[in-house]
């Protein structure tokens, strides 16, 4: 089993910035990528930030230029600055992870999520 423990979540005044911070600890395999995902109240969940194991990362357009992924592999941590935050961006984000055992079985993991409410 995998546990995926998030933290730096809070409330901040648009502009302001925050840190995201996401651990996988457990029965760790070979992790393929890990992500950001959020979801605001009553809507979808959506993609924020990905980064594969090899440092490719993805963002949502919403998000360009404003929040930048990275990852420490030997800490199997991954990250998300968040700058230039808008009310928008408030929402529970979430971390995940997928990954391979035995190079046959693949696995999606997810964090509990963690609040992060902009002010106006």
């Known amino acids: 089993q995998v546990q995926l423990v998030e933290s730096g979540g809070g409330l901040v005044q648009a502009g302001g910035s925050l840190r995201l911070s996401c651990a996988a600890s457990g029965r760790i395999g070979d992790i393929n990528y890990m992500g950001w995902y959020r979801q605001a109240l009553g809507k979808q969940r959506e993609l924020v930030a990905r980064i594969t194991s090899g440092g490719t990362t993805n963002y949502a357009d919403s998000v360009k230029g404003r929040f930048t992924i990275s990852r420490d592999n030997a800490k199997n941590t991954v990250y998300l600055q968040m700058n230039s935050l808008k009310p928008e961006d408030t929402a529970v984000y979430y971390c995940?992870?997928?990954?391979?055992?035995?190079?046959?079985?693949?696995?999606?993991?997810w964090g509990q999520g963690t609040q992060v409410t902009v002010s106006s």
């Open positions: 995940n992870a997928e990954i391979t055992y035995a190079l046959r079985h693949t696995y999606l993991y």
